[in-house]
């Protein structure tokens, strides 16, 4: 074991060490990485997604004011005191694949004027734009988070997106800030993040990377920056998965003086046309869920080193503005609305994930998982017909690991353990660290390895800590859920399974389960 000699936070030495008792079981060090110009992890790594999709929006957070269900303009008061719970630190909407269909200005005036529309992508169901861009951005001041605007491109125009921006933005006399204040609101929401379209290469449009570019190019140069004190944030629509072509053409086109993030989209899926039961699965599934799960580390890896090539500076960031598991619907639900039950599976991806992020806080900037309420790997559920609202364990998971918002990283390395499952193997163990401007140190770690406990050693003397405390999401089977019966099934409980002595940390990460660890002096 190495002896703890440099200086303070830096010198943090981790060690997942043998269990003697255990003789096919690894022994793994886990070591801090000196780094004087470790990263912040910014908080918008743990952003949120909403879009107008099955009952994310509509029967999900919005209700609407005359609804029995407690709410605050319409949207529900339990889920935005869950969200802010959470920290939530922005929220993208209104897609997806259904911002490329929308049009802002069916979503605002008096609610017996605003069209019915039908939503082509989710379902082919009419909606009656009772829930607009002000009902968005007032929720946004609520929760006290940044609104992320993702702009119609694939069928809207660059004249309608400046005015989107102008109609938020602009504080002056202009004909749609005008237009805003007629609809009561004076003062603009003054919305920094702004995407420039969704998935082009598909849904926003089937364009080209090339072509894309030019249009981005286009769409960004009648955005007012002036609007907003130092600018607006404007995302491109990122690559599809591997599409590393896609980044590089858009890196290569596009001026650093327009591009301030560059999306990237992952799910964790098997396979998009068997993608498998949302809560009964073997552990072929679960350890192919993993599989994907664990791809985006090499994603990351190799989206940034295209942009490093192009930006050395770091002046672009990335954006992963979906991700999550994806599984068939629940039965009896409607196909197009994605929604799905949430297991101690989806808790492992989101361990893994966010630890995946935070180790990449250099580039990675904001992520947002989709998506928030009933749709894919979603935090809140709630009833269709009842009033009932439950916490997922991914809900529970971002809750734990929301402590490394804004702190800094501590780099780690180290060889994990492996999981192994007939002849093939991933890491078991996913581990992040950050110190916090009160120099409280945080570690996640997710063990995925259904099977195995993964000890951990740390050698916390250097940190000066005095005081751990931790807490633990673990559950007895790996398809466990909560329900609307059974809300608090699986939570966050007080973790005992460890020993401070002499400034020597000794822990047991569980089987399957996410450990978050408060060390303070
Ligand atoms: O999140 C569901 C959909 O997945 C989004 O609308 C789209 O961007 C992606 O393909």
Redesign the pocket.
Known sequence: MKKNTLVPFFSLILFVSYTPFFAQQQITDITVVEDSEAPIINKHIYGH?A?H?GRCIYGGFYVGEESVIPNTDGVRNDIIAALKDLNIPNLRWP????ADTYHWKDGIGPLNERPEIVNT?WGGVTEDNSFGTHNFLNLCEVLEAEPYLSGNVGSGTVQELADWVQYTNFKGTSPMSDLRRENGRDEPWSVKYWGIG??AW??GGNMRAEYYADIYRKYATFMSDADMEGGIYKIASGASNDDYEWTETLMKNIPRSMLQGVAL?H?SVIDWGAKGSDTEFTEDLYFKTMQESWLMNELIEKHTAIMDKFDPEGKVDLIVD?WGGWYDVQEGTNPSF?YQQNTMRDAMIAGMTLNIFNNHAKRVKMANL??TVN??QAVILTEEKGQKMILTPTYHVMHMYKVHQDAKLIPLSFTSPEYTFEGSSLPAISVSASINDDEVVHISITNIDPKKTNTLTLDATSLHIKKIEATVLKSEKLQDHNTFDNPDKIKPTEFKNFQLKKGKLEIDIPPFSVVVLKGSH
Do not use: S
């Open positions: 997604f879009e999709l897609g997806g694949c259904f992508w969704n998935e598909g849904c989209h799910y979906e994605l989709a998506q749709v894919l």
